[in-house]
């Protein structure tokens, strides 16, 4: 694990190692930050193995997390969630483009008793903490629906991409917890990963437009990668796509490469995302220049 061993590039505040959306021409830029940070003698659920596999291909699958109970449970909280977003006009309720359905609710660490409760789990703090290295909070939490026969696509990202370029975080030290309250099958649009990209930073090319998240968590436009680099990437890497019943949690690092097809089935897809960012990694200015995104997109406290 001599990546998680070496020492952090240092930077200053203002000093960008990460440029995007700056050129006309986009590029692959090497990762200068750890996947695996040094152990800080946090003590967790994963093994030598985990934190392995985590470092080479970017993310960790683990089957069946939740008991059956705590499952039943937060489905109940979630079809709550459901229905009272149906009627609320509030930006944390975001639906889909083109059309009135809800297409994700942020902000659900914050809003609901459950869910805080939720990201807090020491189980899954924990986890996260032997990875990163130090502390945790939440910089950003959501659900996404993904109904059966109409759920809509999550087109490939990188998620540090668009953290740093519009929220200003400076390192790659955070990552997601994918939290699945729905079977996930290969066939009604779980998330895919392309395993060992999160070495890989692609730049991206056009200039942030003002209050972009207005548009871009309907449908982003900006900070989606090229055709080119992402055929790179996926030839060299290949595709997985981890899935598996409700209950199971998927932590994967904020520079993968990612995304979803959308789901034409009859069966739904539900799952919260909570990100956590290290106490060590905390949001500066945006790196576009721009007014920083709300605090219920970007945890700023």
């Excluded at 229905?83 to 942020?106: C, K, L, T």
């Excluded at 729905?182 to 991206?204: A, I, K, R």
């Amino acid at each position: 694990m001599s990546q998680a061993k070496s020492a952090l590039h240092p930077i200053t505040e203002t000093e960008d190692i990460y440029p995007s959306r700056v050129s006309d021409k986009p590029s692959i830029i090497k990762r200068k930050d750890p996947v695996v940070y040094p152990d800080q003698g946090y003590k967790g659920l994963l093994e030598k193995k985990d934190l392995d596999f985590y470092e080479k291909n970017g993310y960790l699958f683990m089957e069946s997390f939740f008991s059956a109970d705590e499952v039943k449970y937060l489905k109940k909280e979630l079809a709550a969630l459901w229905d009272e977003a149906q009627d609320r006009r509030v930006p944390e309720v975001i639906r889909e483009p083109g059309g009135d359905e809800v297409r994700s609710i942020f902000a659900v660490h914050r809003d609901n008793e459950v869910f805080k409760e939720l990201s807090k789990d020491p189980r899954l703090v924990g986890a996260i903490q032997q990875i990163l290295g130090s502390e945790v909070y939440i910089h950003q939490s959501r659900i996404n629906f993904k109904p059966g026969f109409n759920g809509k696509e999550f087109y490939w990202h990188s998620d540090f991409e668009t953290w740093h370029v519009e929220d200003g975080m400076p390192r790659m030290r955070a990552l997601s917890c994918s939290i699945a309250l729905e079977d996930n099958y290969e066939f009604n649009g779980p998330l895919m990963v392309v395993p060992g990209s999160h070495y890989d930073y692609v730049t991206c090319v056009g200039q942030t437009p003002d209050e972009n998240y207005k548009n871009s968590l309907r449908k982003q436009e900006y900070g989606v990668p090229d055709h080119d680099s992402l055929t790179q990437l996926v030839n060299k890497y290949g595709i997985d796509t981890p899935t598996g019943k409700a209950g199971s949690v998927l932590l994967f690092d904020c520079n993968i490469m990612h995304g979803s097809n959308s789901n034409i089935t009859p069966y739904p897809r539900s799952n919260v995302f909570m990100v956590y960012n290290s106490v060590e990694n905390k949001l500066i200015q945006p790196y576009s220049g721009q007014k920083p995104r709300p605090d219920y997109i970007a945890e700023r406290d």
